[in-house]
């Protein structure tokens, strides 16, 4: 069975930092483009930040940029999202995602053919 689980998420106070990790099972993620989105109460689902298969290529929401981090681990078959300096606007439901690879600049606006079940992350005081 092909599936997602993402960990990591919690409660952290304002400028705090966490860890999100993204692990598959069931298939490699070496031939994937992983992307990591948010949903917020009431809003819609964001794009975050995404990584190619390789690594060498990433891209991040003007948001986060300069306080997150996307990186991955093939061997481990796990994605990581490191985010500092953490703001209540960060507060949401975070999911990773994986879309087969395309081989350039991943984007937020592809379907991902594979979803987690997300992991609840709280920035507050």
């Known amino acids: 069975q092909l599936q997602l689980v993402e960990s990591g998420g919690g409660l952290v106070q304002p400028g705090g930092s966490l860890r999100l990790s993204c692990a598959a099972s069931?298939?490699?993620?070496?031939?994937?483009?992983i992307g990591w989105f948010r949903q917020a109460p009431g809003k819609e689902r964001e794009g975050v930040s995404c990584i190619s298969s390789s690594g060498i290529s990433t891209n991040y929401a003007d948001s986060v940029k300069g306080r997150f981090t996307i990186s991955r681990d093939n061997a481990k078959n796990t994605v990581y999202l490191q985010m500092n300096s953490l703001k209540p606007e960060d507060t949401a439901v975070y999911y990773c995602?994986?879309?087969?690879?395309?081989?350039?600049?991943?984007?937020?606006?592809?379907?991902?053919?594979?979803w987690g079940q997300g992991t609840q992350v709280t920035v507050s005081s």
């Open positions: 995602a994986a879309e087969p690879r395309r081989f350039g600049l991943c984007v937020f606006s592809w379907k991902y053919d594979y």
């Open positions: 069931g298939f490699s993620l070496d031939y994937y483009d």
